[in-house]
């Protein structure tokens, strides 16, 4: 894709877990790939050093930095390693969600009414305050760069209604609102801001503990007849961060096979 060899980009939640469907890791090293130096920071020390394994092993540059998007000097200090070891900052994919059982589980068993107050606040403030603080963090040295990308990953949860998930559902929601409000105050100055929605992508621990009927149900709610795979995303978001996408702004977009239409 066009405009990323040499560019500097932030990939916010880029580390791997083993079994897992891990969709920065996925994006941090297309973007290798296409030629750009990349910080990946995730909250795992571990799981961001080996995102910048694999991505060094296969020739490419990359630097690993611990941070939680809940600590607004956390997200400072890894917007500033990409100034620090690279000279600039060209874009950021911002990933992070606290998908833990004590977040995301307890989310999945309540509806309004019964959802605990800790969960909620501890959803929203990862998942949707962690957006804003590494937008408000990344804007400034984009804008002195004369440019950029921000690309968040948002959810096909964001549209369903469930009657569960409503934390998850409200954060994502809310990067929505988020990247429309950067595109209308920092587009003429070159900054853009859109949202991947993805569908279902299991990683490789649920394909092995997945009913066969869970499968073909998962696999029938997506009209191009499959599930997602982490680089069905990673093209998506790597396609917005790059200048192929520039007359793209304020934008949700969603992949998933078809799930959903029209949003």
Known sequence: MRGLAGKVMVIAGGGTTPGKAALGAATAQRLAEEGAKVIVGDVSADGAALTVYAIRAAGGEA?????????????????????????????????????????????????????????????LDVGLTGFLRVARSA?????ERGGGSIVGTASGAMFAGEPIRLAYATAKTGMGAIIRHIASAYGSR??????????????????????????????????????????????????????????????????????????
């Open 63 to 123: 630097t690993a930095c611990q941070f939680d998007a809940a600590s607004e000097d956390s997200v400072h200090r890894l917007i500033e390693m990409a100034i620090t070891t690279y000279g600039g900052l060209d874009g950021v994919h911002s990933n992070a969600m606290d998908m833990s059982a004590a977040a995301i589980g307890e989310d999945g068993l309540h509806d309004l009414v019964t959802l605990p107050l800790a969960v909620w606040e501890r959803t």
């Open 139 to 143: 804007i400034p040295h984009m804008v």
């Open 190 to 263: 070159g900054i853009r801001a859109n949202l991947v929605a993805p569908g279902f992508v299991p990683g490789d621990e649920s394909l092995a503990h997945m009913p066969d009927n869970r499968r073909r149900a998962m696999e029938r709610l997506s009209r191009s007849g499959r599930m997602g795979v982490p680089s069905d995303i990673a093209s998506a978001v790597t396609f917005l961060l790059s200048d192929d996408s520039a007359w793209i702004n304020g934008q949700i977009l969603s992949v998933d096979g078809g799930t959903v239409f029209g949003r």
